[in-house]
């Protein structure tokens, strides 16, 4: 377990969560060639099922950006499970935790992302859709302060006809990270991530698309190269293998989840 939790925390059911152990992706994200990386110009190609790539893989783009895709199977996980997660495990910090307590250290949103969330009215894909969590991660043995900004299909660029078309849903947006050590402002990585949810049989499968050195902004995705920490090659491995343990956990751990707090609401 990551830290140690307050005695609030302890006093709630899913506290058992956070010290299970948990498991990881069974094989390690390997270097893909460039040619076959998606370029961020038109986010729809990320619909398109077989314009994809086949298997998980990282690079580095001509411009000096980066590229990842983590293809990752859930059995058991629904889409509507995925939006609840989102909407969720911001909420209280013992929430992200119970997710994932090896790697996950705190999480927080805003009042009135907060507020927006608990109404009742709203569906599951409307809370987990406009709201920013901001996160405390161990990734690469260094804790990571991330601010993830939840977007909506046409805020990330797709084409709304398209989307509807596609038959999956839409998990990301805009993602900032930064040391939690750091205290300058602007040495923070900028990154485009977004999911991809298809239904299977026993499950679904999600693939992740990941543009280091860019940012969303008014629904176009923008190269930032003189702003920022740039994006290598090594930083690109270590995030895609991070992203393949997370979605192995998240599947091992969120049926489960899922039920139990559905059946204490």
Partial sequence: ????????????????????????AAQPVPSMPRE?????????IILNQQACPKSSGYCMLENGGGYLTVKSTLPGVTKEMLQWMVAWHGLEPVHYMAINGETHHSSAVSEPDGEKIGRSFLTMEEKSQGISVYTVDLIGGELQDTITYYLSPADQGL??????????????????RQLHSETDPQKKSLNIMVSIVRDREDGVEVQTHL???????????????????????????????HIADEWAQIGHVLP??????HATA
């Fill in 256 to 261: 489960e989840l899922y039920r139990e707090v």
């Fill in 159 to 176: 084409s709304p006809e398209r989307y509807v078309r596609s038959g999956v849903v839409t998990i990301g947006g805009t993602v900032l």
């Fill in 36 to 44: 076959q990386a998606i370029l961020p110009d038109d986010m729809n």
């Fill in 211 to 241: 543009w280091a050195g860019y940012k969303l902004l008014r629904r176009q995705a923008k190269r930032f190269d003189a702003n920022g920490i740039q994006p290598t090659e090594e930083s690109l491995g270590v995030l895609a293998n």
């Fill in 1 to 24: 377990m990551l830290r140690v939790l307050k005695d609030s925390e302890l006093a709630q059911p899913i506290a058992q969560y956070c010290s299970r152990p948990v498991v990881h």
